[in-house]
């Protein structure tokens, strides 16, 4: 009777021993399960987080013009006209004043290295200034009258007036936002787009060559005269004080002036707050 109940007593204490160990394995098993599923599941939302920062820079870099007349006129377009445009206008300006400031800083340098010649010949062939390689003869005021910025505003100003807030034709078909020509043996006139007119891939590419064209163009030699005066003078470059320093852009002449004036008074706080 004793060594039965000793068999049972040992067979319970027994099976408390293997239930205890084959919970162990059971919630090491599952930890190890939850451990992997999350390991995956971080694994796939880093690569969407990846994937989604890809599809930005993508558009970021080469989007075309959105359709702004599903937006209703006034502010709401306005605004989204802005949000467009606006990020497009601030990075060329951030890349010029890049250039600006170093160029600044080697003007009275005496040494350059090979990487700092290659930067200035680059300089020097984007913004169409001759320049013979000499370190010693560098066009130092030609350099910086070109080598700088437009004002973000006046920029905005003048491609919503060109554009209608981006929904002219030329600005949806040909991501011209600045009623930009071009010359006949560079016009691309594919179907359906506006002839006679220059084409654009994106609209950053758009914004590129209009800050180019005010900054190169014979045209415009006298904005940027006024433009280096300012700074001589140790004064702002503003929207304000440049729009009616461009002469050139429209045969409407002083009053195209006036008119890009207003609207952009008119608009001031919507292109503040972007």
């Given at each position: 009777?004793?060594?039965?109940?000793?068999?049972?007593?040992?067979?319970?204490?027994?099976?408390?021993?293997?239930?205890?160990?084959s919970?162990?394995?059971?919630?090491?098993?599952h930890?190890?399960?939850?451990?992997?599923?999350?390991?995956?599941?971080?694994?796939?939302?880093?690569?969407?987080?990846?994937?989604?920062?890809?599809?930005?820079?993508?558009?970021s870099?080469?989007?075309?013009?959105?359709?702004?007349?599903?937006?209703?006129s006034?502010?709401?377009?306005k605004?989204?006209f802005?949000r467009t445009?606006m990020?497009?206008?601030?990075?060329q300006?951030?890349?010029?004043?890049?250039?600006?400031?170093w160029?600044?800083?080697?003007?009275?340098?005496?040494?350059?290295?090979?990487?700092?010649?290659a930067?200035?010949?680059?300089?020097?062939?984007?913004?169409?200034?001759?320049w013979s390689?000499?370190?010693?003869r560098?066009?130092w005021?030609?350099?910086?009258?070109?080598?700088?910025i437009?004002?973000?505003?006046?920029?905005?100003t003048m491609?919503a007036?060109?554009?209608?807030?981006?929904?002219?034709?030329?600005?949806?078909?040909?991501?011209?936002l600045?009623?930009?020509?071009?010359?006949?043996?560079?016009?691309?006139?594919?179907?359906?787009?506006?002839?006679?007119?220059?084409?654009?891939?994106s609209?950053?590419?758009?914004?590129?060559?209009?800050?180019?064209?005010?900054?190169?163009?014979?045209?415009?030699?006298?904005?940027?005269?006024?433009?280096?005066?300012?700074?001589?003078?140790?004064?702002?470059?503003?929207?304000?004080?440049?729009?009616?320093?461009?002469?050139?852009?429209?045969?409407?002449?002083?009053?195209?002036?006036?008119?890009?004036?207003?609207?952009?008074?008119?608009?001031?706080?919507?292109?503040?707050?972007?």
């Amino acid at each position: 009777m004793i060594s039965t109940r000793l068999h049972r007593f040992g067979a319970a204490i027994f099976m408390l021993i293997t239930l205890g160990i084959s919970g162990e394995v059971l919630a090491k098993e599952h930890t190890t399960k939850k451990t992997h599923t999350a390991h995956i599941a971080a694994i796939k939302d880093s690569k969407k987080q990846a994937s989604s920062k890809q599809e930005y820079s993508r558009n970021s870099e080469s989007s075309s013009l959105p359709d702004l007349r599903k937006y209703p006129s006034g502010t709401p377009r306005k605004k989204a006209f802005l949000r467009t445009v606006m990020p497009y206008i601030t990075s060329q300006n951030a890349a010029i004043t890049a250039d600006r400031n170093w160029l600044i800083s080697k003007q009275y340098e005496g040494r350059w290295s090979p990487s700092e010649r290659a930067r200035l010949k680059d300089i020097a062939k984007r913004y169409k200034i001759s320049w013979s390689g000499n370190t010693k003869r560098i066009p130092w005021n030609s350099l910086l009258e070109r080598v700088d910025i437009i004002p973000t505003s006046m920029v905005a100003t003048m491609a919503a007036a060109e554009s209608g807030w981006g929904t002219s034709k030329l600005a949806r078909n040909n991501n011209n936002l600045f009623g930009m020509k071009c010359a006949k043996r560079h016009c691309n006139n594919e179907p359906g787009k506006v002839k006679g007119y220059s084409h654009f891939t994106s609209v950053k590419e758009s914004v590129n060559a209009y800050v180019v064209n005010l900054n190169t163009h014979p045209a415009y030699k006298s904005f940027r005269k006024s433009r280096a005066q300012l700074r001589k003078a140790d004064q702002e470059i503003t929207a304000s004080n440049m729009i009616h320093k461009l002469k050139g852009y429209s045969t409407k002449g002083k009053s195209y002036n006036n008119y890009l004036f207003a609207m952009y008074q008119d608009n001031a706080r919507l292109l503040a707050a972007n």
